[in-house]
């Protein structure tokens, strides 16, 4: 039975051995996207998303575990399988390959059916492992009474039915939706700083209070964000969004939020030493790379944020990047 609609990115320099491979493929009904180099091969892989990418190892500039490297975040964002075509029989390379993650291997002699079997095996592969992952996270989810949401970065990819009932009214692009695009995050406040350190990696958790839905204004929800680790440098994101009950719906005017009580600062009451940590702080850089960025030791780094703090009176670092960004003191 011969395979439509299935894309292959083919990575190789030698003309003869891509020529096999290329012929096989396309006979058995796969479109393959033949590329020499890196540089086209990540265009190729960006546009074109294929199903499934098979590499060379021996290659001029690079070889095919560098090659692996490089396209690593794309392959595992996209779920794409990765097959590695050896020349020859090489113990120590082999063990590497199966270190770095990669899913299969085609070794001398390339006969045909045993191509064929490969690449048909590690796309059956990856298509039952999505509809595990689709059918696990859909029981899991089902009865929980909450809103619960799995994205990649900004991307939001799955999702159960209450936070489908939530956001009714969000527009769906490609089968998904886009973060910012289903809540509301002020610019300029504490929740915004705290996304942003969640969002580059700083943080593995975060907790926004009192926030908006598109479409639901009347409403507040509390949003719960965890990273989860996956291979590599990619990781997902799994959010929680918990509507407020009634009583907790109207401000509490008795325990409002800082973002209240912005008062006027007086532009000399730190000192430039001090605007320089607090203004990278704002930006997210920790405390260990201001240290090497303004050549001071991590301690004082901390002792000019525990002055920030006692001068402003604001009790925490965030909430001095916000009074300060509310008097147009700091650019945020």
Known sequence: MKTTQRNILLIGESEGASKLFIDVLTKEGFQVIYVRNIEIAIQKLMKELPDLILCFYDLNDLNGFQVYNILDNEILKNDIPFIMIFNQFRKNEFFVAVELGIDSFIYPPFDQERIINIVRKQLLKNVERKAFDAIKFESICRMIPYGIFVADHKRITQTNETFDKLIASAEKRNGSYLLNEVFQFNAGTEDELKLSRFMNGLTKDC??????????????????????????????????????????????????????????????????????????????????????????????????????IQKTDSGNIMKAVFMFGKNYMLNV
């Open 207 to 308: 907790r926004l209070n009192r926030i908006h839905m598109q479409g639901v204004d009347k409403e507040y929800f509390n949003l719960y964000f965890t990273r989860v680790k996956r291979q590599g440098s990619i990781s997902k994101i799994i959010g929680v969004v918990i509507p407020l009950k009634d009583t907790e719906q109207s401000p509490d005017l008795n325990n409002h939020t800082f973002e209240n009580e912005v008062k006027y600062l007086d532009p000399n009451l730190i000192t430039a030493r001090e605007r320089q940590v607090l203004q990278l702080s704002a930006t997210g850089v920790p405390i260990k790379q201001i240290a090497e960025r303004l050549g001071i030791s991590e301690r004082t780094v901390e002792k000019h944020r525990s002055n920030i």
